[in-house]
């Protein structure tokens, strides 16, 4: 089994390593292990996911993972909707026990985008969110929320 080290730092400035290592002709089954991963960014989960999705399907062979040995790691992994979406291109091991995440305005979790209308959906979300922060945190005014709304519609 080939194993892919990660490095304890994975976000935009060092994702390319990762990439590097999987760029190879890998053979037969293959772990990514992330056991010592203190810091990860939405980059480096994206990229988590693209390197088990070229690797799985280069080789043919299951692809596994070694989940990071820290608590506070893995929970923002959850939160942020990782582990959902790694299930569909990691053979994972079983979920250890943990109690249920609060919902967030401020996070955006990993969304899979197949169609035209997730695109729609993830866009109202963050408007949907971004509102509710204007107002209770910031104090923004209704029409100013629209203003912003619009613009960002036209952003997206």
């Not at 976000?11 to 999987?22: F, P």
């Not at 929970?75 to 250890?96: I, K, N, Q």
């Not at 963050?126 to 209704?142: E, F, H, P």
Request: some cysteine; glycine content about 6%.
């Amino acid at each position: 089994m080939k194993v892919v080290e990660i490095a304890p730092t994975l976000d935009y400035r060092t994702i390319e390593t990762l990439y590097d290592s999987v760029a190879d002709d890998l053979e037969g089954p293959v772990l990514f292990d992330a056991r010592h991963l203190r810091w990860v960014d939405p980059n480096g989960m994206v990229g988590l996911l693209g390197a088990a999705r070229v690797v799985g399907d280069r080789t043919g062979a299951s692809v596994r993972i070694s989940l990071p040995e820290q608590g506070d790691v893995l929970s923002y992994l959850t939160r942020m909707g990782f582990m959902a979406a790694a299930a569909e291109v990691y053979d994972l091991p079983p979920p250890r026990s943990r109690r249920a995440d609060r919902a967030s305005d401020v996070l955006l979790e990993i969304t899979p985008v197949h169609t035209n209308s997730d695109v729609h959906a993830v866009v109202e979300r963050v408007q949907t969110r971004a509102g509710r922060v204007l107002t209770k945190n910031l104090g923004y005014s209704a029409a100013s929320v629209v203003q912003f709304s619009v613009v960002l519609s036209e952003v997206c």
